[in-house]
């Protein structure tokens, strides 16, 4: 069955660090574009960050550049989101989605990707 499993979401500090996890499995394997993204509370869900699986190349939003981290274990299907310095304003869930696609143009959400995780909450208060 096709599905993408995210964990490692929970409570942190300002300034504390999390690692998100995307375990893929069946066909969407075979997708090559894999991405991180969040929505809060009354906004518009937002991309962060997208990897090609085949070439590693990876796309940032300006918004988490120099802080999140995305890689991936091809060999564990699984695709992470290292997350550094924290702030209040990261608090929302995250997905992460999966499709064929261009890594600007998924975490564009443009078209919208065809496959979704159902996300995890990362809150980060004091």
């Known amino acids: 069955q096709a599905q993408l499993v995210e964990s490692g979401g929970g409570s942190v500090q300002p300034g504390g660090s999390l690692r998100l996890s995307c375990v893929a499995s069946g066909y969407i394997l075979h997708y090559n574009a894999v991405g991180w993204f969040r929505q809060a509370p009354g906004k518009e869900r937002e991309g962060l960050s997208c990897?090609?699986?085949?070439?590693?190349?990876?796309w940032y939003a300006d918004s988490v550049k120099g802080r999140f981290t995305i890689s991936e274990d091809y060999a564990k299907d699984t695709v992470y989101l290292q997350m550094n310095s924290l702030k209040p304003e990261d608090t929302a869930v995250y997905y992460c989605?999966?499709?064929?696609?261009?890594?600007?143009?998924?975490?564009?959400?443009?078209?919208?990707?065809?496959?979704w995780g159902q996300g995890t909450q990362v809150t980060v208060s004091s």
């Open positions: 989605a999966t499709d064929h696609a261009t890594i600007q143009g998924l975490c564009a959400m443009s078209p919208w990707p065809n496959f």
């Open positions: 990897i090609n699986r085949y070439d590693g190349s990876t």
